[in-house]
């Protein structure tokens, strides 16, 4: 009875074995609705081209963190290329941006997602006023949307051991498939969704921000909201705290944490009451941070926030435009490559 | 505690690990235990209360039993009668309560008597239904002497707080599972083999097939307004290949459960969407149920043996019951009424019936159209099953007539999802076995196991709890 069982156990391990190295194929990744167990598909996307990215170029170097206004700022094709021309390090690197990853998130991000996928030897990580600004504790989107993200932050050995077994079974990766499928069919949906282009990122994890500044200024877009609430250090401070949180972690990680000041629309910043002097503000607290806990900043606006003020370089007041973007960095790269240039 | 969660899995490891180790008598005190761990993780209240439902009747049956040898007959019916007032009594007040102040209250309001409805919100007793019924059966069986009650106070818990058919039946008879309560279960490599089958099967029929087919169908039943006729029919003919996943994917699991501690389960399903008339289709689904109705409601109201009229009307009250045993709802009542006005049909065209041609192209088309009227008459019934207001079935039935493009994509999930009920159906059918695929070579069977897996893990994860969870 019990070789029966045993053998029966081993073949029934070898067949899931071969559905689960079915499901890693990239036929099955290209052709069945893309999976989600993050708490958006900007996660899988990402993933998905890190993965490709590191088994073909091997590991990265170095990792762009933040919020879609990172995503949208940095191209690490050319940011490579820039900081390689003339004799500079051959590096590569990945933009990890993703959608609404302000500190809190991307603390929780960097302790459960990227700190077992990557092994950087610098971080850097992007920010703005509106980000650092009361920074939630744990945001609520993590916890509504997602699905290992509450496994991640309850706690429990219990759910620590479901959220491994969820991140490392592809399988399970595609849960509800089967009820995707069967509603874009009933539908008339072409089988697959959309999820794949509408959240689509290049191979370096860029991804173009589509809509023009004066489009979007047209079309009176939310994003086009203006700074006006009075600003005082205390709303830093929690934001502070999740940046000296992601320190130790990249620390711990033999990364180099760096902050990366992104630039604004100089519009968000126009209010008359508390716009400027938030941005101000905002500016002084950063630095006096970074110098405190011996950060570098790299900043391509040199304080100056009108600095990169052109329309053309802005999606909306905090996404850049595909031309903001490689203005962005070409600037970043040279800051970059003065960072790392030996003393 | 649901079947579908890591806690289930757990409590059954742990405990299957020590069990069969075991002398009898501690089997059934391990299994006691787990059966309360397994109730008690829901509400630990209502675990003392089904405790002391239990202890109760197990006194009462051995007074019952004590009376009857005694030849004190008077006394025997006394506690026969103290143990139907106990169980009715107790779910009389959890389930019915509600229902029949809401009753009085709008009564009340339609003659112009103005009464203040009294604010009392009741929970439910996970599957009080069933094990009421089992406790009833016990008493009287016992009464009827056709059964003696077990000494063992142990034995009697074990058997009705017995975790992997607690909640949602198959509603057994002690004269069924005491026997086997009072022997050592020794677990053979079939028991084994063919209980984990089963689990896998129900499994399959409950997360691959009625989570998804529920997940589609939700819309149409929450707002029928917004739907065409043909997304209506869809969606009636997807709630009915849910329910019978959902149902009998509980079945399988309690049953292949109840085979890895060497226990053998009543059938609860035999293929109803197979049969041929809706005779035949009560033969088929919840039997358990079916056949208790039979045995302690229909036969003693006089069954057939009374003329015509009569039976119909032990059908009529026997159906009426039998819906009112799913919920205190007007729409149980109207589910069990076409039930009873269907087998009253029935009986009255049976005379017809019989001499249709059984054999040959028009014995098969004749049998053929049969089933499908009869899928067809089932699956209306659905409606007012599913409906969670009288009024979301009004709407409904409203929908059905109301104009719109009937698209061939609108019905593509209902055929996907019948055809991987039928997968499991058919062969079931062809060979006469639950577990056909047993037989099957390895090289076959495995693939076909693994198979099953990956279509539970691409499938949709609702936390659907059971549908008979709430009975």
């Known amino acids: ?343 | 505690m649901n079947f579908v969660s890591v806690d289930f899995a757990i409590l059954l490891v742990a405990t299957l690990v020590i069990y069969p180790w075991l002398s009898r008598e501690r089997q059934n005190l391990v299994l006691l235990c787990a059966s309360c761990v397994f109730y008690g993780y829901w509400d630990v209240r209502f675990l003392a209360l089904l405790g002391v439902q239990v202890t109760l009747d197990w006194w009462i049956a051995q007074r019952i039993h004590g009376a009857a040898q005694a030849g004190n007959q008077s006394s025997a019916k006394g506690f026969l009668q103290l143990s139907l007032v106990m169980n009715l009594g107790a779910l009389a007040f959890f389930k019915y309560f509600g229902f029949f102040v809401e009753q009085v209250y709008v009564g009340l309001h339609a003659v112009g008597v103005q009464a203040h409805k009294p604010v009392l919100d009741i929970i439910l007793p996970l599957g009080i239904s069933f094990h009421t019924f089992q406790t009833l059966s016990h008493s009287i069986d016992v009464h009827r002497g056709r059964l003696v009650p077990s000494r063992s106070w142990v034995d009697y818990a074990a058997f009705i707080l017995f975790f992997p058919q607690l909640v949602a039946g198959p509603i057994e008879r002690a004269s069924h599972m005491l026997p086997q309560y009072q022997r050592k279960r020794v677990i053979r490599a079939e028991d084994v083999q063919e209980g984990l089958w089963l689990i896998l099967l129900g499994y399959f029929r409950k997360v691959a097939i009625a989570d998804t087919a529920a997940v589609l169908c939700e819309p149409m039943f929450s707002h029928p307004e917004k739907f065409d006729s043909s997304e209506l029919v869809a969606g009636l003919l997807l709630f009915t290949v849910q329910i019978y996943g959902d149902f009998a994917g509980y079945s399988d699991i309690a049953r292949g459960t109840a085979r890895l501690f060497g226990f053998e389960l009543k059938r609860n399903f035999e293929h109803p969407y197979f049969a041929i008339n809706v005779s035949d289709f009560w033969r088929r689904w919840h039997i358990s149920l079916s056949t208790w109705l039979r045995d302690y409601l229909y036969v003693p109201l006089g069954g057939n043996r009374n003329g015509t009229l009569l039976t119909y009307r032990n059908l009529m009250i026997t159906m009426l019951l039998g819906g009112l045993w799913h919920g205190a709802s007007w729409n149980f009542v109207i589910w069990g009424a076409l039930h009873g006005a269907y087998l009253c049909i029935h009986r009255a065209l049976k005379p017809v019936i019989d001499r249709a041609p059984t054999a040959g192209l028009l014995g098969a088309l004749f049998t053929a159209s049969g089933a499908l009227l009869t899928f067809a008459l089932v699956a209306f019934t659905w409606l007012f099953f599913r409906s969670a207001t009288f009024e979301l079935t009004q709407a409904y039935l409203a929908g059905f007539v109301r104009d719109g493009e009937w698209l061939p994509r609108t019905f593509i999930p209902l055929f996907v999802l019948a055809a991987m009920a039928l997968t499991i159906d058919i062969p079931q059918h062809l060979t006469k076995t639950e577990t056909p695929f047993v037989r099957l070579p390895r090289v076959v069977r495995l693939p076909l196991a693994a198979a099953m897996i990956t279509a539970l893990c691409l499938s949709q994860d609702s936390g659907q709890p059971f549908i008979y969870f709430q009975f």
């Open chain 1, 1 to 343: 009875m019990l070789r029966n069982l045993a053998v029966s156990t081993l073949g029934l391990c070898l067949c899931v074995a071969a559905a689960e190295a079915a499901v890693r194929s990239e036929w099955v990744y290209a052709t069945l609705p893309l999976p989600r167990i993050h708490y958006s598909y900007d996660v899988t996307n990402s993933s998905h081209a890190l993965d490709r990215l590191q088994a073909t170029d091997g590991p990265v170097d170095v990792l762009f963190l933040g919020s879609s206004a990172v995503r949208a700022a940095i191209m690490p094709l050319k940011f490579d290329a820039a900081v390689a021309k003339d004799g500079g390090p051959r590096l590569l690197s990945f933009n990890g941006g993703m959608s609404s990853m302000f500190p809190s998130g991307a603390r929780i991000y960097m302790e459960h997602y990227w700190r077992p996928r990557v092994t950087p030897k610098y971080v850097l990580h992007g920010v703005r006023p509106p980000e650092l600004y009361n920074a939630q504790p744990v945001p609520q989107y993590l916890r509504r949307s997602g699905v290992i993200e509450p496994l991640w932050l309850s706690g429990s050995l219990r759910d620590e051991v479901e959220a491994f077994v969820l991140d490392h079974v592809h399988l399970l990766h595609y849960r509800g498939t089967v009820m995707k499928v069967l509603q874009q069919a009933r539908d008339g949906k072409r089988i697959g969704g959309t999820e794949r282009t509408t959240y689509g990122t290049d191979a370096r994890g860029f991804r173009r921000a589509k809509a023009s500044l004066a489009r979007n200024i047209k079309n009176k877009s939310k994003r086009l909201w203006v700074w006006k609430r009075p600003t005082t250090p205390k709303n830093f401070e929690a934001g502070f705290r999740e940046l000296e949180r992601i320190k130790s972690l990249c620390d711990a990680m033999g990364a180099r944490y760096v902050l990366v000041h992104l630039p604004e629309h100089p519009k968000r910043y126009n209010a008359k009451k508390n716009g400027k002097p938030a941005w101000s503000l905002y500016y002084a607290e950063l630095q006096r941070w970074a110098a405190e806990h011996d950060v570098p900043v790299l900043d391509v606006t040199h304080g100056d926030y009108k600095a990169f003020a052109s329309t053309k370089y802005y999606s909306d007041y905090h996404h850049l435009a595909a031309a903001g973007a490689d203005h962005m960095t070409g600037l970043l790269a040279t800051e970059f490559k003065k960072l790392i240039a030996p003393k």
